[in-house]
């Protein structure tokens, strides 16, 4: 059975920093793309970062300069890295994993939320 489970989620001041975690099970995680989306209220679904199986990524355009997102298959962790963050960051962040065999498919986590108030 396919788990992925998001942590890290809070509430951060404008210009703060946080890392979120995402830790899958049961796919063959170093041949999945793994990468982070996230949904502000009464807005769509959007990307943010996506890491490969090669190791190369893909930035949100206007999110790029504050982001970095990385991978441990070791661990079959994902991490994003916010810096900078503003109240316009504020939205449930998901995990999401495209798995091209074994338990092929996509996958979402259950979601977290990243609040940025003073």
């Known amino acids: 059975q396919v788990h992925l489970v998001e942590s890290g989620g809070g509430l951060v001041q404008p210009g703060g920093s946080l890392t979120l975690s995402c830790t899958a099970s049961g796919i063959l995680f170093s041949v999945s793309t793994m990468g982070w989306y996230r949904q502000a209220p009464g807005k769509q679904r959007e990307l943010v970062a996506k890491?490969?199986?090669?190791?190369?990524?893909r930035y949100e355009d206007s999110m790029k300069a504050r982001l970095t997102i990385s991978r441990d298959n070791d661990r079959k962790m994902a991490n994003l890295q916010m810096n900078n963050l503003t109240p316009e960051d504020t939205a449930v962040y998901y995990c999401y994993a495209y798995v091209p065999t074994g338990e092929r498919g996509e996958y979402w986590g259950q979601g977290t939320q990243v609040t940025v108030s003073s």
């Open positions: 890491i490969f199986a090669s190791g190369n990524t």
